[in-house]
């Protein structure tokens, strides 16, 4: 028996994101070999020729499970029916812009999305936010967006985690997939926190395999931080293919159930945290899913003196850019 149709929504369709998110997306990686799956791309107005052309190679592609495409600039159209929003479209900064400036000009964006989801989706959509600044670009459509479950929505951090992830097993000379939970807390920024401090390598403590605390608190947490950042400075241009990549982790973790004893960062809904972290913010926590999206934020971890004061400098980022973006 065919299955249903998945109807997911990508936004900044013409992007550098998009132009390796959306073939991933066709040849079935997130929701299986089973799947079909059509693509609702938006775009703002003066690119939609450029997307025509992203378009005419998702064609030449010859997607099997890829059933329909379909295109525009009005996110009340575009998103009706839809079972999942990556909203990856966003204003970049330009020159000479204020950080404030920067978030007003993109909640006007989000403001607008989260109303079209709002209106147009059912309760089951899901939305991922990529777009920068993705915490609080992901509650500004959120609390537009009252029709759909606040749970539903997501920030993605997961790039900074599999960043992390690579650079502890390059450290410790250990393969990448023995490494396991490490969470980013709090803000997709300079402020993120990759807690070394619960994380492992196979069964033991990351604090116990790399003794070097100083390069743990030290040049690892800022590498991690500033990742991005030396990405542009070397390709001039920011990260995509790995935070396509990233996307396809953050779906997969949702959709599957997490293996025991393991956990991965998402940003979410901060509203009953178990950390007692203020409410109302979209924020990075360790997650765990039972599969298909059913996801519960993982209790008990302990911070240690250091941990907790860096969750606190990014708590107090994330309520700062909620003021800005919301003033
Ligand atoms: P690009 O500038 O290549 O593409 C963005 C596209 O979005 C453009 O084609 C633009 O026309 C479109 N767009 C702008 N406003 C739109 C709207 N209202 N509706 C639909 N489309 C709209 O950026 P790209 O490299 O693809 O990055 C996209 C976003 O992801 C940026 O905000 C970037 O900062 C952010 N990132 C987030 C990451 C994360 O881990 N959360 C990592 C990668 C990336 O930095």
Known sequence: MTRPIKRIAVTGGAGQIAYSLLFRLASGEVFGQEQPVALHILEVEAMIPSLQGVVMELEDGAFPLLKEIKTGHDPFTLFGDVDLAILVGATPRGPGMERSDLLKKNATIFVEQGRALSASASTHTQVLVVGNPCNTNCLIAM?????????????????????????????????????RRLAIWGNHSSTQVPDFVNARIGYRDVVEVISDRHWLEGEFVQLIQKRGAAIIAARGKSSAASAASAVIDTLRSLILPTAKDDWFSSAVCSDGNPYGLTEELIFSFPCRSKGNFEYEIVKNLSWDEFIKEKIRVTEQELIEERRDAFA
């Open 143 to 179: 609390s537009h967006a009252p029709n759909l479950p606040r749970k539903n929505f997501h920030a993605m951090t997961r790039l900074d985690e599999n960043r992390a992830k690579a650079q502890i097993a390059k450290k410790a000379s250990q393969p990448v997939a023995l490494v």
